[in-house]
Nanobody, 130 residues
Framework: QVQLEESGGGLAQAGGSLRLSCEFS????????MGWFRQAPGGEREFVAG????????EYAESVKGRFSISRENEKKMTYLEMSDLKPEDTAVYYC???????????????????????WGQGTQVTVSS
């Protein structure tokens, strides 16, 4: 059974930085694609960033390009989201998710749709004050 646990959320000022971490357990980590999503109050869950199983391909939402960076450490079963130049509109609950499908593995790509992800963490709150 896959388990994902996020950490690192909190309160930041506009222009500041935060680093989110996601710990993965329950199966082989090195073959799954990982993603970060967020959901603001009253909003829908949206894709933020994703990284393929090899760690050599990543995708970002337009709203965070140039400010956020996703990475992974397969040996530690960890995924990270470095967030800088934070804006109040980044305020949301952030979720990490994993996609262990064979199609994604063979494709070597990064799923952008939440429906493609199999397992989810409980989320961590990020609040950015202006």
């Amino acid at each position: 059974q896959v388990q994902l646990e996020e950490s690192g959320g909190g309160l930041a000022q506009a222009g500041g930085s935060l680093r989110l971490s996601c710990e993965f357990s329950g199966r082989t980590f090195s073959i799954v694609a990982m993603g970060w999503f967020r959901q603001a109050p009253g909003g829908e869950r949206e894709f933020v960033a994703g990284i393929n199983w090899k760690g050599d391909k990543s995708e970002y939402a337009e709203s965070v390009k140039g400010r956020f960076s996703i990475s992974r450490e397969n040996e530690k079963k960890m995924t990270y989201l470095e967030m800088s130049d934070l804006k109040p509109e980044d305020t949301a609950v952030y979720y990490c998710a994993s996609d262990a499908s064979l199609s994604t593995y063979y494709d070597g790509g990064v799923p952008l749709d939440a429906k493609d992800y199999d397992d989810w963490g409980q989320g961590t709150q990020v609040t950015v004050s202006s």
